[in-house]
């Protein structure tokens, strides 16, 4: 499975891509850094051109996002969502399911701390994904494979999780199940 996590910013948005096999490895990861676009809605399409480019390059079968939570600035938190709301588009355009998590989720997915610094979070990402951490010279790139990273342990979590009802299990498991 291939898992594109995106770290949506009005300035700098990162990018992970992830190949999670029985073991992870780092596709590519980067960041598309918008500080010399001043129109807000070319950023917004840059965005979009961007991520559409790197769903036809790795043919992700999911993408995951970081939600923007509530900040202290109105227009910041605005930013934020629209470029979060450009890169789910790209995806969604190309059918890939979009999963969001907080950045609280993420980091407790990759350190076990959920108010780990960006650098922690760096620091896990390249012990996890082996990547020698000079070549992450970015907190957005290193955001984006946590979240990639972050989607892969979910969606192990919630393959492993039983069923609560017989008929959840039912549901879940046509399989095992055998009417005769």
Known sequence: MIILGIDPGSQ????????????????DFGV?????????????????????ALIEKYLPDECAIEMPVYGKNAQSMLKLGRAQAAAILAALNRQLPVAQYTPKEIKKSVTGNGAATKEQV?????????????????????????????HSHRRDQTASAPSKTWEAFVRDNPHRVTGR
């Open 12 to 27: 700098v948005t990162g990018y992970g891509v992830v190949e999670v096999t029985n073991t992870s490895r780092a596709l």
């Open 32 to 52: 598309v850094n918008l500080a010399k676009v001043t129109d807000p809605h070319l950023k917004l399409a840059e965005i979009y051109r961007r991520v559409d």
């Open 122 to 150: 760096r620091y896990m990402v390249c012990g996890l994904l082996e990547i020698d951490i000079e070549l992450v010279n970015s907190l957005d790139s290193s955001d984006a494979l946590a979240i990639s990273l972050c």
